[in-house]
């Protein structure tokens, strides 16, 4: 049985920081994580992913236009904890923000449907 806890939501000021984390209990399979985020009324979309070398595989990750430059995504393969480091944010970035795991080999990082295994959510608030 995989589970996928978050933390590290709130509420924080514009231009503000906060950090987000995620530990996976349970066989997720491949080393690659990602974190996605939903607004009110919108659909869910690929805000991060980051994947640990594996096989003929090199390590990596992907951003989101929207926040590159201001969040970094970083992954602990040996206890299956993701985080996410959110910086400069603005008040766009509200959202609730999912971690994800379980990626199928060919579908896209920022495909909802890619993925396996979902966390229960956690809101950041910036304004």
């Known amino acids: 049985h995989v589970q996928l806890v978050e933390s590290g939501g709130g509420s924080v000021q514009v231009g503000g920081s906060q950090r987000l984390s995620c530990v996976a209990s349970?066989?997720?399979?491949?080393?690659?994580m990602a974190w996605f985020g939903q607004a009110p009324g919108a659909e869910r979309e690929g805000v991060a992913a980051v994947w640990d070398e594996e096989g003929d595989s090199i390590g990596g990750s992907f951003y989101a236009d929207s926040v590159k430059d201001r969040f970094t995504v970083s992954l602990n393969s040996a206890n299956s904890t993701v985080w996410l480091q959110m910086n400069s944010l603005k008040p766009e970035d509200t959202a609730m923000y999912y971690c994800?795991?379980?990626?199928?080999?060919?579908?896209?990082?920022?495909?909802?449907?890619?993925?396996?295994?979902w966390g229960q959510g956690t809101q950041v608030t910036v304004s």
């Open positions: 349970g066989d997720v399979g491949r080393k690659y």
């Open positions: 994800a795991a379980g990626k199928s080999k060919y579908g896209s990082w920022a495909r909802v449907s890619s993925y396996s295994y």
